[in-house]
């Protein structure tokens, strides 16, 4: 697809992942919408970036509805969700406290659900439209400490399996791409870039390729590990 006709939203679009794909949509002449949960990163991200922006918690269903009615309003319609907001909890079981275990599956799971359902709606009546659901590697194979949110990323890829089953009949897309360990403040740590991790332009690099693949095709999901990690 030429993504120079493309209109985007990208949740958790103020950083990291997000924000390096926004970057990288817009070079391509896309029109982009970034949300996120903290106004004044946004709005620096928004004005960096020089794209609109739509503040709220995807954890918020009225919040997560409303970012996809402010795209349409803001880009004149839409044709693409980079579905990619979401938050970490990490403890081994025994130490795992349940309102950390619902916080993120209320934004990771939930959060991903009713704002691809609001855009498959819009997507389903206009004719076509495209989904790219950002996972993790945690999504295929668990790992200690990561009950609260590998089991989200699992979930995240039952979605992408079921959704794109009902909607390959619409021209709906429907794609995840799963990065390993990525130096973003995602998990609290500033990046080192000395570090042999991925970067976030790495997981941005392959999501603009999925999503610029002519619309009678499409990649299902793309896993990216780091070379040589440390």
């Not at 855009?119 to 989904?131: L, N, P």
């Amino acid at each position: 697809m030429d993504l120079s006709t493309a209109r985007i939203l990208v949740t958790g679009g103020s950083r990291g992942i997000g924000k390096e794909t926004a970057r990288q949509l817009l070079a391509r002449g896309a029109q982009v919408v970034i949300s996120g949960r903290n106004a004044a990163v946004l709005a620096e991200a928004g004005a960096e970036l020089g794209c609109a922006t739509i503040q709220g918690d995807v954890g918020v269903e009225a919040e997560a509805q409303r970012m996809v009615t402010g795209t349409i309003e803001a880009l004149g319609g839409y044709d693409m969700l980079v579905n990619n907001a979401a938050i970490g909890s990490f403890a081994p079981l025994i130490d795992t406290d349940p309102a950390d275990v619902e916080r993120v599956w209320r934004v990771n799971v939930l959060g991903a659900f009713v704002v691809a359902q609001a855009s498959a709606r819009h997507f389903v009546e206009h004719g076509g439209g495209t989904i790219l659901n950002v996972g993790s590697t945690a999504a295929r194979k668990g790992f200690a400490g990561g009950t609260a949110y590998a089991a989200s990323k699992f979930a995240l890829s039952a979605f992408t399996e079921c959704w794109r089953d009902e909607l390959r009949k619409h021209d709906v897309r429907v794609m995840q791409v799963n990065p390993s360990a990525v130096q973003t403040e995602f998990g609290g740590s500033q990046p080192d870039r000395n570090d042999t991790r991925l970067q976030s332009s790495d997981i941005a690099e392959t999501i603009v390729a999925m999503l610029a693949m002519p619309q009678r095709g499409f990649v299902t999901e793309s896993t990216i590990w780091a070379t040589n990690p440390r």
